[in-house]
């Protein structure tokens, strides 16, 4: 599976502690991220399979949007902070909008990511 990883920053020190935390089950499958915490999960967990695309801000919303519609990417978790107004809103919109219409898992709170959590530990890496 190949999952993509993103959380905006007010979120990020949380969530890199989460995935750090889950790192056994991140080590089974492949991942993307945009490029702020691609970089932030890296430095806390150097063992896991992460590609980086460009900052979410700078156009990685856009690049993982792009995955989603090719079919190569599986499931998203994203941390997306519900209290902060975002200059690339319209990109952070489309993501979730990506997501629905081709039907694949998205998290975007704690409480959903364990949830994916348990799931992706039952699957196997392809
Ligand atoms: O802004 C983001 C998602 O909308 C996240 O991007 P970064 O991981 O580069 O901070």
């Given amino acids: 599976m190949k999952i993509a990883l993103i959380a905006h920053d007010r979120l990020k020190p949380a969530f890199v502690a989460w995935v750090k935390k889950h790192e056994a089950v991140f080590a089974l499958h492949q991942m993307v991220a945009t490029g ?3 970089s932030q999960i890296k430095a806390a967990s150097p063992g896991l399979d992460i590609q980086l695309v460009k900052s979410g801000p700078l156009g990685g919303d856009q690049q993982i949007g792009a995955m989603i ?11 997306a902070d519900p209290l902060t107004p975002m200059p ?7 993501l979730v909008r ?3 219409l ?13 949830l994916m959590v348990s799931w992706l530990a039952r699957m196997v890496s392809h």
């Fill in 36 to 38: 702020t915490t691609g």
């Fill in 88 to 94: 690339h809103d319209v990109d952070v919109k489309a």
């Fill in 98 to 100: 990506l997501s629905t």
């Fill in 69 to 79: 519609a090719d079919g190569s990417v599986d499931a998203v978790i994203f941390m």
């Fill in 102 to 114: 081709y039907n694949i898992p998205m998290a975007c709170n704690e409480a959903t990511a364990e």
